[in-house]
């Protein structure tokens, strides 16, 4: 049996190849009305429960345990549907291509990103967080003393960019945050634009 190992590699790896294809043009189809309801949150969490055992993909895993933890209570909230949404914008990427960024220099991060103070300062969060849901990482601001916005505007004073995002970030909706944090930062605002990576390590220091 041991001399077919190669054919049963090659056979699961074109089956992952097939399944990520189709988990592209489902997620395009869903978000292509500009929204995510409550039913099309259940197909999509449906689907990836079905496929689940084909994936060794990391941005696929973290989509997948976001949707089960969305609906775990059974119910899409406005927060969750607008979060799936730019998840899924984020995965997709004019693109087409799922990928977690490798190659930050690509995204206007501070060089270098300073310490991080909690206490009185406000921060948003854009992209997918491989922490967690966007609730979860609000909490870990709040508990800390700090507070958290839906959009830029000159009282935040960290943008934080989640580990997933794709290479074409300035077309996406979290891009239109980080272009309006760096239009602010020309003006003379000083927000800081930090990865998700220095905002944990300051966060469970």
Known sequence: MEEYAPLR?????????????????????????????????????????????????????ILYERVNQMLSDGHLDDDESAELLEMIHALTGDNGELKAYRSPSRLPLDKPMLDIEFVDRTFLFTGIMA??????????????????KSSMSKRVNYLVIGTIANEEWMYSSHGRKIEAAVTLKDGGH????????????????
């Open 9 to 61: 590699q090659y056979a699961q790896a074109r089956v992952q190849s097939r399944t990520l294809d189709e988990l592209i043009g489902l997620a395009r189809g869903l978000a292509a009305d500009g929204k995510i309801v409550q039913a099309e949150a259940e197909f999509l969490q449906y689907w990836l429960n079905q496929t689940s055992a084909y994936q060794d993909d990391p941005v696929y895993r």
């Open 131 to 148: 922490y967690g849901p966007r609730k979860e990482c609000t909490a870990l601001v709040t508990e800390r003393g700090g507070k958290c």
């Open 190 to 205: 000083p927000v800081m634009i930090i990865d998700e990576d220095h905002f944990m390590k300051y966060a469970f220091k």
